[in-house]
């Protein structure tokens, strides 16, 4: 069983759309994270939830929405999809608010044209 | 606030080379510090961590990481390269109750024949 799964591994859209990715974790972990990775690579944090409450907002467009409905879901939505947007999102969960090391998903690979 | 540095955004090394990549943090609290390695097309994966305790530390696939707080660095090694472990290397660091990951820049790792 994998530990944090993504779906979807790819997605490709036109700007303008609107469009999810799903994340979930059974490995029992209380809080989990998006992170942003751009095309030089640089891994940065998006946002982080415990516990189904939000504890880490970051500099992100409105346009972008998390959503956990429970603690081993945290889905990502993004609203008016930009070129910008294009990247690597990469979906983390961590027990004890993360000083032990995170679990991170495979990776969607967002491209839009 | 806390930072990585991540000296040298590619290393080359030759096949049984020792392997040398190296982490410069800053935190204002004492750190918990990471190494993540991300093979093409992957995830990340956790390598090796250091929380509290022994200093040196050993993770999988035979690399070692010293913390040194006289020098604020976190260097990873190996002694002896192979051809599998070319990937993008990643340290990181966590401070604090928000415990978010900050991440360094990641250090391209390419071992030639």
């Known amino acids: 069983d994998t530990a944090v799964s993504q779906t979807p591994k790819y997605l490709v859209t036109q700007m303008g759309n609107d469009k999810s990715i799903k994340c979930e974790q059974n490995?029992?972990?209380?809080?989990m994270y998006w992170y942003k990775q751009d095309s030089k690579k640089f891994l940065k944090i998006m946002f982080s939830?415990?516990?189904?409450?939000?504890?880490i907002n970051e500099t992100v467009p409105n346009r972008f929405s998390p959503k956990s409905p429970d603690k081993a879901h945290l889905n990502l939505h993004i609203n008016s999809l930009e070129l910008g947007d294009s990247a690597v999102y990469f979906c983390?969960?961590?027990?004890?608010?993360?000083?032990?090391?995170?679990?991170f998903g495979s990776g969607t690979r967002l491209t839009v044209v | 606030a806390q930072s990585v540095t991540q000296l040298g955004s590619h290393v080359s090394v030759s096949e049984g080379a020792l392997v040398l990549l190296r982490c410069n943090y800053s935190?204002?609290?004492?750190?918990?510090l990471f190494w993540y390695v991300q093979y093409p097309n992957q995830g990340l994966q956790l390598l090796l961590k250091?929380?509290?305790?022994?200093?040196l530390v050993k993770g999988i696939n035979g690399f070692e990481a010293e913390f040194k707080k006289s020098e604020t660095s976190f260097h990873l090694t190996k002694p002896s390269a192979h051809m599998s472990d070319a990937a993008e290397y990643f340290c990181?660091?966590?401070?604090?109750?928000?415990?978010?990951?900050?991440f360094g820049t990641g250090t391209r790792l390419q071992v030639t024949l």
């Open positions: 939830y415990n516990n189904k409450e939000l504890i």
């Open positions: 490995l029992g972990h209380d809080t």
């Open positions: 935190s204002s609290v004492p750190p918990y």
């Open positions: 250091y929380t509290t305790g022994a200093t």
């Open positions: 990181a660091v966590s401070a604090g109750t928000a415990s978010k990951l900050t």
């Open positions: 983390a969960s961590s027990q004890t608010q993360g000083n032990y090391g995170y679990t």
